[in-house]
């Protein structure tokens, strides 16, 4: 039986999701637990994407295969009882046994969370880029239209990235707005290459402060060159919010 | 001269506020910090009070002598360049020589957040305490009421402590909402005995949980008897709020 599950996790702690010899992944986790569970027996999870050292998530997604005999509701419980307090199973579905985590996801919606304030906060460290000088949102959100639609990303892909096939995306929203001393921007995709949402981030940043003209998003896709676009931005702002399939 | 000033610190990564040897603690990293800004020279640091490891501060009071001759402004911003991210000073005044930050504290005031929700939250396991079932707000605030006023509090303190004097405090107010998932306490009082709120927060989540009859705390103090009131609440969930004085 394939299991599909929904997973928020604090990735302060972690050196990303994706398993690597000697560090600390959420992946290696998450199998550990369902190994466990297997009284010793491997099991391999396939997630939506991998998320990068420090990055969150609210609901990435994972499959995986079982034969145990469980009820969905029990598998949450199960799992949560053996996964430390900063990996959570929001939610275990059993699906078809062709159901696949990252070919079958249709969006994708990143949050990243900007703390604009003079002064640092000691709690935010981990979950928040820290920009002191006030960013103008009306800006950023004006540059943000020229994201919309389908586009080649590639000046917005880490330059030293291997991309199978095209990179070729398309967004659906980008948005930012301000929640009390923060920004909090969220875009919608049908998929993302390497550090897009971070670069994205990092540029608009730039336009938040006036260091480049809201117009500047257009000729950075034109450009198809990586080094027209801002800095990329920290990864402690940035949370994987969703994956929607179309599960029919 | 002497300088009072305001800090902020998740106190997450720490062993807790007072210095200990081969530990991590608040005050060592920051006696760390005013040592470098003195050429070597050591610096001692004095709080309004302790916080134990795993808890936090919005406002935690301390002062320190410097014949540094800087503007005060400029302090802030000095300390906060030789700071680590989760320790961060809001505020340098200078104040009269003879301000001390335990002796003439007059009130202080800690909060306590406890998340009340059926699924963990990953990114609060070091910020709240997890009750899962409803707790009964109302109940919780009517139980409060006996606690306010002038008592004997040796019931609400660590039994195994050592307390100068008295263990007579006087609490001006105490009482707890519900916010989203969280329910947060605050309380303010003239002196707090060790481990006083952590167990006057484990006593109301007994309340709150129906356990124990709202009536309890009165019955409780007069008891004088630590093994009557609840267990100790976790650290993590503990912030000293603010610590007020009268500088006139």
Redesign the interface.
């Known amino acids: 039986m394939r299991y599909l599950a929904i997973i ?3 990735g302060s702690n972690y050196s990303g999701y994706q398993i690597q010899p000697n560090q600390l992944t959420i992946q290696a986790v998450i199998e550990a637990a369902l190994t466990k569970m297997h009284k010793g027996e491997p099991v391999k999870i396939t997630a939506s994407g991998r998320t990068d050292a420090g990055v ?1 998530a609210y609901g990435q997604v994972i499959h995986f295969d079982s034969e145990l005999d469980i009820p969905e509701s029990n598998w949450k419980k199960a799992l ?1 009882s053996l996964l430390p ?4 199973v ?1 939610d275990v579905k059993q699906v078809s046994e062709n159901f696949h985590a990252r070919f079958d996801a249709i969006k994708k919606t990143y949050i990243y969370t900007i703390l604009n304030s003079a ?5 935010e ?1 981990n ?1 928040c880029a820290h920009v002191k000088e006030r960013l103008n949102v009306d800006l950023m959100n004006q540059a943000l239209q020229d994201l919309i639609g389908e586009h080649d990303f590639t000046a917005f892909c880490a330059a030293n990235s291997y991309v199978k096939g095209d990179k070729i995306r398309t967004i659906y929203h980008a948005s930012c707005q301000r929640v009390n001393n923060k920004v909090v921007f969220s875009v919608t995709g049908n998929g993302f290459l390497y550090n897009m949402v971070r670069i994205i981030v990092g540029t608009l940043i730039e336009i938040g402060l006036g260091q480049r003209p809201a117009t500047d998003i257009k000729r950075i896709i034109e450009s198809k060159d990586r080094t027209q676009a801002g800095k990329t931005a920290p990864p402690q702002g940035l949370y994987l919010n969703a994956v929607e399939y179309d599960l029919n």
Chains 1, 2 share one sequence.
């Open positions: 928020s996790y604090d969150h949560n307090g900063d990996i959570v929001l002064d640092a906060n000691p709690f460290i979950y």
